[in-house]
C-alpha cells in the first residue's frame, strides 16, 4: 500500500481486453471456451512429431510430458488486420524479427484496444505507455539460434537473432507500433510477472506519470529444453500424454504438477477522467494492488508471503475480506502451492469467496499467466459468470474449505474480485478490480 502522505491519488479504470490463449485467439472466443468447460490442453505439435521419435532424440524417458496448452490456428498478420485496418508493410515485417512472444502481444494489444475504441495517435504519445511481461522471452528463438550455431556456424545465426529473444521486446515493439512514448519497461519475475506489470502500470497512472497504459504478459516458452527443465525440476504433470486434457488439477486430490502454456494477455488500463471524457467503455474498476517477497526459499512458497500480498491488495484498494465475492488463484496445480494458497485464503477470507482454477483450462502461461487471469476476473465481475474448475474430482483434504465450483460455472453478481499470481523466488501479485459505478451513481457502459 502506498503511503499515507500521498493523497488523491488518480483512478484506474480498464477499458480494453486482449487475448492469445489456448482456448481462443480473442477474448470472446476464449471466455467461451472457458465457461463452456473446454480444455485448451493437448499434445504438443510445435515438435515431437511423433512420441518415439521423439523420446529416442532426446532420450527422454517414458514418463516425459508432451502435452502443453498450445496457442493454436495462430496467424499473426490475419489476427493483427482483424483489429488494425491500418496495417502496414511495416506491420508485416515484424514477423522476421520478432519471436513468437512478441506476435502474441502485439495481436493482443491491438484487439484491447479496439474494444477500448482508442486511436493511439489521439492520445498524448507522452501520456500513453506499454508494460509487458514474460518469464521466459524468446526461449525458443535462443534454441533455434544455437541448433544454427553449432550445424552450420556464425554465418547461419540471423542478424534477427537478438531483437527476437530480448524479454522487453514485447512492450517495444508494442510501444513503437502505437507510437508511445510515456512509461515503457517489461518485467521478467516469474509467474507473477503479468499480475506486476498490471499492477506497475496502475501506479503509473495513479502517480500521474501516464494516462493511458498497455500492460499485461506475454509467453512462448513451449520448447524442448524449457519442458526438460522443468520436467528435471519434478514441477510439471505426468502421466497424462495419453489423456492431455485431464492433466490440470489444481486443488484435486491428484494434482501433481503444472502443464506449460503459452499466450498473450494485455488490459488497456486508463485514468477514470481520460476514459469518461472521451466515452470510453468501462469494463471495470481496479482498485488495489499488492506485492511482497516471501524471503522463504525458490520455489516452496510460504503461507504467510499469499495472506501478505492479498491483504495489501485490499487495503490498497480500500476493501475489508468480506467484500471480495470472487478469486482468481493462482493455483497451478501444484500441491505445495495449492495447498498453502487455500490455507492463506481460508485464513483471510472466512466467509468462503467463490474461487474457480482457471489454469485447469489453460495450463500454466508462466510470466503471462497473471495477465491472463486478471482478464478472466474482469469477464466473471463484468458478467456475473464464475467458471467451473476442471479436473476436479476429489478435492484435497488441505484444500476441501474451498468454495469451488466444480460441474457447472455458477451466476452470480460480483461486487469485487481478487486475481492472484506467485512466482519462483518468492514473489507475489494480487490485484483488486471491482464493479465501476459513476460517482453520482450512474453505471457506466
Known amino acids: 500500500m502506498l503511503s499515507g502522505k500521498i493523497i488523491n491519488l488518480r483512478r484506474v479504470v480498464i477499458t480494453g481486453l486482449g487475448l492469445i490463449s489456448p482456448l481462443g485467439n480473442t477474448v470472446a472466443a476464449s471466455w467461451q471456451n472457458l465457461v463452456a468447460g473446454r480444455s485448451g490442453i493437448n ?3 510445435k515438435f515431437a512429431a511423433t512420441t518415439a521419435a521423439f523420446r529416442e532424440h532426446y532420450k527422454a524417458p517414458e514418463d516425459f510430458p508432451l502435452i502443453a496448452g498450445e496457442v493454436k490456428d495462430f496467424d499473426f498478420k490475419e489476427l493483427l488486420a482483424a483489429s ?10 515484424l514477423v522476421k524479427y520478432t519471436d513468437a512472444f512478441t506476435q502474441y502481444a502485439l495481436c493482443a494489444s491491438y484487439e ?17 505507455g506499454t508494460i509487458i511481461a514474460t518469464g521466459m522471452g524468446g526461449v525458443a528463438s535462443w534454441e533455434e539460434a544455437y541448433r544454427r550455431l553449432e550445424e552450420g556456424g556464425v ?3 540471423s542478424p534477427f537473432m537478438v531483437p527476437r529473444l530480448l524479454p522487453n521486446l514485447a512492450a517495444g515493439n508494442v510501444a513503437i507500433s502505437i507510437g508511445a512514448q510515456g512509461p515503457n519497461t517489461a518485467l521478467s519475475s516469474a509467474c507473477a510477472a503479468g499480475g506486476q506489470a498490471i499492477g506497475a502500470a496502475f501506479r503509473s497512472i495513479q502517480l500521474g506519470e501516464a494516462d493511458v497504459m498497455l500492460a499485461g504478459g506475454a509467453e512462448a516458452a513451449i520448447t524442448p529444453l524449457t519442458i526438460a527443465g522443468f520436467y528435471r525440476m519434478g514441477a510439471l504433470a505426468t502421466g497424462y500424454n ?4 485431464a492433466a490440470s488439477r489444481p486443488f484435486d486430490r491428484e494434482h501433481a504438477g503444472f502443464v506449460i502454456a503459452e499466450g498473450a494477455g494485455i488490459l488497456v488500463l486508463e485514468e477514470l477522467t481520460h476514459a469518461l471524457n472521451r466515452g470510453a467503455p468501462i469494463l471495470a474498476e481496479l482498485a488495489g494492488f499488492g506485492m511482497c517477497g516471501d ?3 525458490i520455489t516452496d512458497p510460504d503461507l504467510y508471503g499469499a495472506i501478505r500480498c492479498m491483504s495489501r491488495a485490499l487495503a490498497d484498494a480500500g476493501l475489508q475480506p468480506q467484500e471480495i465475492d470472487y478469486i482468481n488463484p493462482h493455483a497451478t496445480s501444484t500441491p505445495v502451492g495449492d495447498r498453502n494458497e487455500a490455507r492463506a485464503i481460508g485464513q483471510l477470507f472466512p466467509h468462503r469467496p467463490l474461487v474457480s482454477a482457471t489454469k485447469s483450462q489453460t495450463g500454466h502461461l508462466l510470466g503471462a499467466a497473471g495477465a491472463l487471469e486478471a482478464i478472466f476476473t474482469v469477464m466473471s465481475l463484468r458478467q456475473g459468470i464464475i467458471p467451473a474448475t476442471l479436473n476436479l474430482e476429489q478435492i484435497d483434504p488441505e ?3 474451498l468454495a469451488v465450483p466444480a460441474r457447472q460455472p455458477v451466476q452470480r453478481p460480483i461486487r469485487a474480485a481478487l486475481s492472484n499470481s506467485f512466482g519462483f523466488g518468492g514473489t507475489n501479485a494480487a490485484l483488486v478490480f471491482k464493479q465501476y459505478q459513476y460517482d453520482h451513481g450512474v453505471e457506466a457502459e
Open 399 to 401: 484444500c476441501a474449505h
Open 84 to 93: 488494425k485496418p491500418d496495417l502496414t508493410k511495416e506491420d508485416l515485417k
Open 43 to 45: 499434445r504438443i505439435s
Open 112 to 128: 484491447a484496444l479496439q474494444q477500448a475504441r482508442l486511436q493511439p495517435r489521439a492520445v498524448d504519445p507522452e501520456r500513453l
Open 155 to 157: 554465418k547461419k545465426v
Open 242 to 245: 495419453d489423456h492431455p486434457e
Open 295 to 297: 524471503g522463504h526459499h
